[in-house]
């Protein structure tokens, strides 16, 4: 745990000292520092830099930590209910419901935005991510989903495949948007605000609250459904309740950070590796981990493409599909 807290503050320090634009790398540590109680620290900052430092690396990266610690602590809570490694938070159709969510949005168009109390966007794919997810429980309860969470996965992927050929066809008839729409599902933290941050805590909290309080839960389903029935758990409702609070918070940092993938598969394969198997230590681990991952994910979009950007999931997806190959070799290799 102290490692992966020292971990966590190093990614935060590189990635609020690295930037386009804004104060010298060197400068940021004291910046940082004369904004804590009691420590004045003359940083050598003008007063833009500062503010570029504050008002957009800042929300940038703590929004980026938000998001890889609710996609990685959902991925490995999605991996323990279902007793599958392999399985990530879009399983049960949040990543289609919010695409259509977004989709609709550029569709419509923004510019009545003005008039909204908050923006449209993270509204409509935060709505049609849970939708998406109610629609993946009705479906999978009408076949047994209950009795075999494999029902659910399946569901989830009839969902998926339903919601993201709306979508296709939508953009067949508004080709003007394919460009906006593809640069939201790639991910994007680029226009990361502290209102978005704020849009998305209380979310994030109570997600992370509810499956913490699971962990131990998730230990004894472990050792398998009947095992842990037989034990006094309600198999049942450890899972309607795991899977209903990772969907919330996964469909809420969805709505503004847009589609990233493999940090619930990445993350918690690697602090499986490093700090055993038990979930009351995946999960608190996998959250500083996450958090760590994507802030570090992020450094390379701003720098690689100056000074245009590239996606923050198309990072992800270079450092997590060599992963996932890595780990289906290998439980191909143990099933051998």
Request: proline share 6%; aromatic share 8%.
């Amino acid at each position: 745990m102290p490692a992966a807290c020292v971990a966590l503050a190093v990614a935060f320090l590189f990635g609020a000292m690295i930037g386009p634009a804004g104060p010298a790398w060197w400068r940021v540590p004291a910046e940082l520092l004369d904004h804590l109680p009691f420590i004045r620290i003359d940083s050598g900052a003008t007063e833009l830099q500062s503010t570029v430092l504050w008002e957009i690396r800042m929300p940038r990266v703590v929004l980026a930590g938000i998001v890889g610690a609710m996609l990685s602590l959902a991925g490995a809570s999605f991996q323990g209910v279902f007793r599958n490694p392999l399985v990530d938070p879009y399983l049960l159709g949040v990543a289609a419901g919010a695409g259509l969510g977004a989709t609709l949005v550029f569709v419509v168009g923004r510019s009545t935005s003005q008039s909204w109390p908050v923006d449209p966007l993270p509204l409509a794919a935060f709505i049609g991510g849970l939708v998406a997810v109610l629609l993946t429980y009705t479906v999978g309860a009408g076949f047994g989903a209950s009795r075999n969470p494999t029902t659910l996965v399946l569901a989830g992927v009839a969902v998926t495949s339903l919601t993201t050929a709306v979508q296709t066809f939508m953009l067949q008839k508004n080709t003007d948007v394919v460009r906006q729409v593809y640069s939201w599902i790639l991910g994007r933290l680029s226009s990361a605000t502290w209102g978005d941050v704020r849009l998305v805590l209380p979310y994030v909290l109570v997600s992370g609250a509810v499956l913490l309080a699971h962990r131990r839960l998730l230990d004894v389903l472990r050792v398998g459904e009947d095992e842990a029935q037989s034990l006094g758990a309600r198999v049942d409702r450890i899972r309607l309740t795991v899977v209903i609070a990772a969907t919330l918070g996964t469909s809420a940092v969805v709505s503004v950070s847009g589609l990233i993938g493999f940090v619930g598969i990445v993350v918690p394969h690697l602090v499986r590796l490093l700090a055993g198997a038990s979930y009351r230590r995946l999960l608190p681990l996998s959250i500083l981990a996450g958090a760590a991952f994507l802030i570090v994910a992020d450094i390379p979009g701003r720098v690689l493409s100056d000074p245009a950007e590239t996606p923050i999931g198309v990072v992800t997806a270079f450092l997590g599909a060599p992963f996932f190959i890595l780990v289906l070799r290998s439980r191909q290799s143990e099933a051998r």
